[in-house]
T-cell receptor, first 115, second 110 residues
Framework: EPEVTQTPSHQVTQMGQEVILRCVPI?????FYWYRQILGQKVEFLVS????????KSEIFDDQFSVERPDGSNFTLKIRSTKLEDSAMYFC?????????????FGPGTRLTVT | RKEVEQDPGPFNVPEGATVAFNCTYS??????FFWYRQDCRKEPKLLMS???SGNEDGRFTAQLNRASQYISLLIRDSKLSDSATYLC???????????FGRGTSLIVHP
């Protein structure tokens, strides 16, 4: 069964450093997403991406965040200058196209720890 | 008012029991509804979509009540492996951005 993969599984970084989280969505999917989940809290939407551009983003997704699909398979989330409060699980998700494909499939997540 | 509300639980039930969770949503324009399952420190996994007519998948039954703006999940004959957090997810018609509830914790014990 095809699956979304993410690397690394755990990233530790110092405050102020840049991090790049990587995702490989399911190959025939067209819509890509990033979410975060702070420990003990709900999953929060960050950004959606379609046709090589951001389609929607939340208030959380400020100028410190950016996304890219550099090579047609990887989908990355960059945090330019990490803050302590960026510590969370970051999940990538993808979905197909069409009215039968609203379901999103999540990757295993990257645990980001900012010290 | 929170957009998607769930009773956090935990619901503590013996194996074989039937358990039901509800989830209420505030946006009357919501059109797509899902139940996801999340194990501790793992990713959410799609359990089932919730259709207007309701749907059943084995021991799991999901229902939608648009008038009262809630969805439900019924689990029959609970297994130990059903222990997890169940997330209610709602999408409005104009956006594919899902809104997650905080989840309901289920613990099935022997």
């Amino acid at each position: 069964e095809p699956e979304v993969t993410q690397t690394p599984s755990h990233q530790v970084t110092q405050m102020g450093q840049e991090v790049i989280l990587r995702c490989v969505p399911i190959s025939n999917h067209l819509y890509f997403y990033w979410y975060r989940q702070i420990l003990g809290q709900k999953v929060e939407f960050l950004v959606s991406f379609y046709n090589n551009e951001i389609s929607e983003k939340s208030e959380i997704f400020d100028d410190q965040f950016s996304v890219e699909r550099p090579d047609g398979s990887n989908f990355t989330l960059k945090i330019r200058s990490t803050k302590l409060e960026d510590s969370a699980m970051y999940f990538c998700a993808s979905r197909g196209r069409g009215t039968d494909s609203y379901e999103q499939y999540f990757g295993p997540g990257t645990r980001l720890t900012v010290t | 008012r929170k957009e998607v509300e769930q009773d956090p639980g935990p619901f503590n039930v013996p194996e074989g029991a039937t358990v039901a969770f509800n989830c209420t949503y505030s946006n009357s324009a919501s059109q797509s509804f899902f139940w996801y399952r999340q194990d501790c420190r793992k990713e959410p996994k799609l359990l089932m979509s919730v259709y207007s007519s309701g749907n059943e998948d084995g021991r799991f039954t999901a229902q939608l009540n648009r008038a009262s703006q809630y969805i439900s999940l019924l689990i029959r004959d609970s297994k130990l492996s059903d222990s997890a957090t169940y997330l209610c997810v709602v999408q409005s018609g104009g956006s594919y951005i899902p809104t997650f509830g905080r989840g309901t914790s289920l613990i099935v014990h022997p």
